[in-house]
């Protein structure tokens, strides 16, 4: 059974940084795209980035270019979302994905976790 | 950038059809996945690649694209069906996942 456990989320000041991870179990992890997308209350989906299984393809939404870095551990089963310079307008559930194909549908998804952003 | 209109709502009685459509320019040259998420979960694959559907998906959803309009079709609305559902393709030219606005199903 595909497992996407994700961890890391809280409460981060205007400016400040967090750390998200994502464990994966039930499938081959390194075989895979990941993907993390997030909902700010009340809202829709928003795609935040990509990683192909190698690493060497990355994507980030404009909104989040330049502060957030994707990376993974295939030795580690995991993926990780790197939040810097965070603002209020981060908050949000990031939820992260498992990706049929670089270009495909999001197959599995974990169960999200909170981002906080405030003073 | 791409960008994917659905409807905020739509309503339907119980074992009527629903029809939920998402909007781009030429999406016809996309694929399209539908996503289904339900009040406090995460969102869940229901149709991919315009018309396919995930191994446990049941046959009442269905998917089409044509020009610039593409549909989800839930045959014979059920109350468990209710909840958000999202559209979303792969940009090509700006190398950007792109998630329509999501439309409330409310089954009457």
């Known amino acids: 059974e595909v497992q996407l456990v994700e961890s890391g989320g809280g409460l981060g000041k205007p400016g400040g940084s967090l750390r998200l991870s994502c464990a994966a179990s039930?499938?081959?992890?390194?075989?895979?795209?990941m993907t993390w997308v997030r909902q700010a209350p009340g809202k829709g989906l928003e795609w935040v980035s990509t990683?192909?299984?190698?690493?060497?393809?990355?994507y980030y939404a404009d909104s989040v270019k330049g502060r957030f870095t994707i990376s993974r551990d295939n030795a580690k089963n995991s993926v990780y979302l790197q939040m810097n310079s965070l603002r209020a307008e981060d908050t949000a559930v990031y939820f992260c994905?498992?990706?049929?194909?670089?270009?495909?549908?999001?197959?599995?998804w974990g169960q999200g976790t909170l981002v906080t952003v405030s003073s | 950038s791409y960008v994917l209109t659905q409807p905020p709502s739509v309503s339907v009685a119980p074992g009527q059809p629903a029809r939920i459509t998402c909007g781009g320019n030429?999406?016809?040259?996309?694929?399209v996945h539908w996503y289904q998420q339900k009040p406090g979960q995460a969102p869940s694959l229901v149709v991919y690649?315009?018309?396919s559907r995930p191994s446990g998906i049941t046959d009442r959803f269905s998917g089409s694209n044509s020009e610039n309009t593409a549909a989800l079709t839930i045959s014979r609305v059920e109350a468990g069906d209710e909840g958000d559902y999202y559209c979303?393709?792969?940009?090509?030219?700006?190398?950007?996942?792109?998630f329509g606005g999501g439309t409330k199903l409310t089954v009457l």
């Open positions: 994905g498992r990706d049929e194909s670089l270009v495909g549908a999001t197959d599995s």
């Open positions: 039930g499938f081959a992890f390194s075989s895979y795209t």
């Open positions: 690649d315009d018309s």
């Open positions: 030429n999406i016809r040259s996309k694929s």
């Open positions: 979303q393709v792969w940009d090509k030219s700006s190398a950007h996942r792109v």
């Open positions: 990683i192909s299984s190698s690493s060497i393809y990355i």
